[in-house]
C-alpha cells in the first residue's frame, strides 16, 4: 500500500506541499501551488502501483540498454563500482 508522501510525488513530483501525518488533511501547500482535492489523492494509491511499476520498468530498460552499449553485464558493472 503505497503511503501519502509517495502518492503525492507520483502527482506532484516538483514538490511545492509537505505531508505530516500520511492523511490528506496534513497536507500543507506552498504558495502558488495548486492544491489536489481530496478525491485526487485518494484515487491516487489506486494509480501508485502501476505507475510505480512503469517506472521501475523504465529505469531497468535504460540500464539494460546501458550496460549493452558499453558491452558488459550486470556483474561487470557491478566490479566497475566496488
Known sequence: MAKGYEVLTMLR???GWVIVEDNFDSIRWDK???PLTKEEYEAGFAQYDAWKLEQD?????QKAALLDRL???E???KLLLA
Open 13 to 15: 513530483p516538483d514538490g
Open 32 to 34: 502558488g501551488i495548486a
Open 57 to 61: 520498468s523504465a529505469k531497468a530498460a
Open 71 to 73: 558491452g558488459i553485464t
Open 75 to 77: 556483474e561487470e558493472a
